[in-house]
């Protein structure tokens, strides 16, 4: 298939996957569209039994040696603004890219099938999931068994993903490249009171001040400088009237970093740090850390692979890329598999960054990290 028309395809199918956002676990329409595709190719779907998610297989499927890409389907809670024709009506948008990623993954099924003659050696798992933003559909695929037998996976981000990246520009390195991504809420619990007598009760919102300057002391004081770390205190809630005292304060944030030992050392520091201060003012932090997912460490070996794969169909490439402390839960297949995740610019004039109700992308080049991660499997697959 010629690339100018294997990218229209993908357009076409981004375009359609676009006018159907939906969020979470549970995706209908999407898993729908995608599970049509793949059967109108004759492919042989296997469906996770915790979500939408799903995989398939094209090649050697005998051969006990399988590779695999990987594709996020779902959406963000956010009402589209682009004033495209095939924009989204229903309260959700793609404003991350994950329907062009579905669609390459597609793009990628034509494409392997195409060349399934070259896959004697191995088979290539299709990876569809659910839930890339809420940090679930990863683990949800692994834990019904669905990533069992795959020996390397890839998968990649489209979007602007730097202001110094040119278009269609691809970012492939070994090493940290996504940080880790944790949830922190805290609630302070005090003794409201009127505002003119704060003798009377405990106050939360003082406590709840003093708790926050102290967690933003744990990257400053308590962590090597040289290591990349983020704090963030994101949400600070709680009183209704200028001259009540409240009885609780709710504080909420995210943590990021590259290092294990770092991520669990800020979890405990931030409720050991709440819960003391409180104490030390007579109130009470009751603290929750939602454990999101692990930095996304690339293998050097696949991104060396990649990056040769890269090089012979004439692809850019960026030099050198400084790791990113967003997350992915991409991070979760390489804690059990090898795998190298790719970012892609599709930035456009507009230069909008992800998570924003106008985002857009560039379509022009989609087929190229099609014929990338496709090109790798059948390579590595022929190598081993």
């Not at 779902?74 to 603004?81: G, K, T, V, Y």
């Not at 068994?145 to 990649?156: E, F, N």
């Not at 070994?174 to 944790?182: C, F, K, P």
Request: proline share 4%; with cysteine.
């Amino acid at each position: 298939m010629e690339n100018k028309k294997l990218n229209e395809m993908i357009i076409t199918m981004r375009r359609q996957l676009h006018k159907i956002p939906e969020v979470g676990t549970e995706l209908p329409q999407t898993k729908k569209y995608v599970v049509d595709k793949l059967k109108s190719l004759g492919l042989e779907i296997k469906e996770c039994s915790l979500d939408s998610g799903m995989v398939c297989d094209i090649g050697n499927v005998n051969s006990g040696n399988i590779v695999a890409i990987r594709a996020d389907m779902d959406a963000l809670p956010i009402a589209e603004e682009t004033g495209v024709e095939y924009a989204s009506k229903n309260g959700n948008m793609h404003a991350c890219g994950h329907d062009a990623h579905t669609a390459c993954l597609l793009g990628a099924a034509y494409y392997l099938l195409e060349n399934k003659d070259r896959l004697k050696n191995g088979a290539v798992r299709l990876v569809f999931q659910t839930a890339e933003e809420i940090s679930k559909g990863a683990n949800n695929l692994i834990k019904d068994g669905l990533l069992d037998g795959v020996s390397a996976i890839v998968g990649t981000h489209v979007g602007n993903i730097d202001s110094g990246m040119s278009n269609s520009e691809f970012i492939i390195q070994e090493g940290g490249l996504m940080a880790s991504n944790d949830k922190f809420i805290i609630k302070v619990v005090g003794k409201g009171s009127h505002g003119a007598y704060p003798h009377s009760g405990f106050d939360p919102i003082l406590t709840a001040s003093q708790i926050v300057q102290a967690i933003y002391n744990i990257k400053s004081r308590e962590i090597i400088a040289t290591n990349p770390v983020v704090i963030s205190i994101c949400v600070i809630s709680g009183g209704s009237q200028y001259n009540i005292i409240p009885s609780e304060v709710n504080i909420e944030g995210t943590f990021r970093t590259f290092s294990e030992e770092n991520r669990k050392f800020i979890g405990s520091r931030i409720k050991e740090i709440s819960e003391y201060i409180a104490m030390a003012n007579r109130l009470k932090a009751e603290v929750t850390i939602e454990w999101g997912c692990p930095p996304v460490i690339n293998d050097k070996k696949i991104a060396d692979e990649l990056t040769q794969v890269c090089k012979e169909l004439g692809f850019k490439k960026l030099p050198q890329f400084i790791p990113s402390m967003g997350g992915e839960d991409f991070a979760e297949y390489q804690q059990k598999i090898p795998g190298v995740f790719i970012f892609f610019s599709t930035m456009t004039e507009k230069n909008i960054p992800h998570h924003n109700s106008k985002f857009e992308i560039d379509e022009s080049q989609l087929y190229q990290p099609t014929i990338l991660m496709s090109e790798w499997a059948i390579k590595h697959l022929e190598n081993k």
